[in-house]
């Protein structure tokens, strides 16, 4: 059964003096300023692809990398060459994707790198080539062209050590008919013969998962067998595993028992379900609900197991008995919201239907069938919705979902209900886990995942940028939101010219300092940005900006 947790910020480490940042004169030297031999490589979207989903992948493409091992940024040119910007603050070649007289086909996004351990560099065109760098030394580089692969944008990187394997997360949008949704696919090498000239890369797992909206944020766990992610709908498997046929003896202890299937009905703020249990079983029926799930259980027996479709306020949970039933109430969390479904996926309810309930709503609903005007609505436009504008409007406004999937029984072992406000304000890879920045009011709390087992998932608040969440609201023009390991700051880039950069006060300080950068009006649109401790790197279409941050 999935745990529900909840992601208390520390109050030691808040903030509650905390009045506003303040601008500070001082400028941010730009220590290097480095002309590119060629533009950023850069796809736009065709017209046929003009979805919610295609356009915020694309318009929020950071197209320089940070490998969080040697801190060093990538990127690749139009002539798909990538380079490496190193710590040094030197810019070297590392490859050539393809040859530039080369009319690459099938590229339907942004080209992309991730990193899966010190040496191990992933990088996809954006089409159906995606290749693994071994970087032995500084020098030589071992490069392997992947089968299996799929036009996407790389998510995340993940070397497994015992097994020898790498798993590459990617997502990409696709379509139902007219409703589109994102597709996260997690493509799995053996490393075969590693260090031999026979050294290879198989293919041995190839998985696909779906989320409507946008998928905000992908971790692999070092184990490899655990998944993180943050979207607004539970993420499904593409190829659900078959349940096991129930035993023989199961069967006929329920048919002994007569346990027939159950029925629900609702109204606008609560549901009320129905199981048949025989009285002399009664004491041995056990419920526990949570938010987002119901198990009602007699012995070994499972009478109701799964996960609602929407949340409920558990605290306000009643059942009695009534002869041979035992009839459940529950609270609806969001009051007036109607559900389709009491368990998602399970058809072995019956919904009784609502009569008070079902005149109310076609009251409410009969000016749509009707041949007359309604005087009321005249003068006003009519507004018209296609089936995918309704798909991606609809998530408007939902709970935003953090969980952790095990990938080998395909169960939601661990769910955070973020809010519909928590939205993620940035995140990076660590070498040992993911930091993520939630915002929590009006703060920003950033929080790291450690090293988790089987049982118990390790994700630690670490520390906070006191009113951060207020201020990232009001940037109406940002693009990108990055911050260094060590949180000394956080910053804010727009689509072009201005950065804002803000240093994470101390603990009981009423005012935090801002600084603006400017990087003029010939500026070209910023494309990409990455921190580091001491540096702000800041990518261009034809230029690499590198400030030096001594805040």
């Known amino acids: ?35 590119l031999e060629g533009d950023v490589l850069r796809l736009e979207l065709t017209a046929n692809r003009d979805s919610l989903l295609e356009t915020r992948l694309f318009a929020f493409h950071n197209h320089l990398f940070k490998n969080p091992y040697d801190t060093s940024c990538w990127f690749i040119d139009d002539n798909w060459l990538i380079w490496q910007f190193k710590k040094d603050g030197t810019l070297k070649q590392r490859h050539s994707i393809h040859n530039s007289n080369v009319n690459v086909q099938n590229l339907l996004y942004n080209a992309s790198i991730g990193f899966g351990n010190d040496n191990i560099v992933a990088i996809s065109d954006g089409g159906d080539c995606l290749k693994l760098l071994l970087m032995d030394n500084e020098e030589h580089i071992k490069i392997f062209t992947l089968s299996g692969a799929e036009p996407g944008v790389i998510l995340d990187v993940n070397y497994i050590n015992d097994p020898s394997t790498i798993i590459i997360a990617m997502c990409n949008i696709k379509s139902t008919g007219e409703k589109k949704y994102t597709n996260l696919l997690l493509l799995t ?29 992908v971790h692999i766990e070092n184990s490899g067998k655990y998944l993180h992610s943050i979207c607004q709908d539970y993420i499904t498997f593409e190829s659900p595993k078959v349940q096991e046929s129930t035993d023989s003896t199961d069967l006929r202890q329920a048919c002994e028992r007569k346990i027939p299937k159950y029925c629900w009905s609702q109204d606008e703020d609560s549901l009320t379900v129905w199981i048949k249990v025989e009285e002399k079983h009664q004491n041995e029926v056990k419920i526990h609900v949570t938010p987002l799930e119901l ?16 949340r409920l306020d558990e605290k306000l949970t009643t059942w009695k008995y009534e002869q041979d039933t035992c009839k459940l109430e529950l609270f609806k969390h969001e009051s007036g919201l109607m559900w389709n479904e009491l368990i998602k996926g399970d058809t072995g309810g019956e919904c009784l239907p609502n009569e008070t309930l079902a005149a109310e709503i076609h009251s409410r609903l009969a000016h749509l069938c009707t041949d007359q005007a309604d005087s009321k609505l005249e003068g006003q436009p009519c507004v018209g919705f296609n089936a995918e504008q309704l798909e991606e409007c609809d998530l408007e406004g939902k709970d935003n979902l953090l969980q952790r999937i095990n990938l080998v029984t395909q169960e939601n072992t661990h769910l955070a209900m973020l809010g519909t406000s928590n939205h993620v304000l940035f995140t990076y890879k660590t070498k040992s886990g993911r930091a993520i920045c939630l915002r929590h009011d009006n703060d920003g709390c950033l929080w790291i995942t450690g090293q988790e087992n089987h049982t118990k998932w390790d994700i630690q608040h670490h520390y906070t940028f006191p009113g951060f969440g ?34 994470k006060p101390e603990l009981n300080v009423q005012i935090g300092k801002q600084w603006i950068v400017d990087l003029g009006t010939e500026t070209y649109p910023i494309m990409g940005a990455a921190a580091t401790n001491e540096y702000l790197i800041v990518l261009t279409k034809n230029k690499l900006y590198r400030l030096h941050i001594c805040l």
């Open 295 to 310: 198990s009602v259980t007699m012995m070994d027996n499972i009478l109701i197991q799964g996960q609602c479709q929407h």
């Open 470 to 503: 207020y201020v990232e609201a009001s940037k109406s023009n940002k693009k990108f939101c990055v911050s260094p390991i060590n949180g000394s700051y956080v910053a804010i880039l727009e689509h072009t010219r201005y950065i804002f950069l803000y240093r």
């Open 189 to 217: 090498y053996a490393w075969k013969n590693a260090g031999d000239t026979s050294e290879s890369f198989e293919l041995i797992g190839k998985e696909s998962l779906k989320a409507k909206g946008a998928i905000e944020y």
């Open 1 to 35: 059964m999935t745990k529900i947790v909840e992601l208390r910020p520390d109050q030691n480490l808040i903030n509650s003096k905390f009045e506003k940042y303040q601008f500070s004169a001082n400028e941010i030297p730009i220590a290097s300023e480095i002309d």
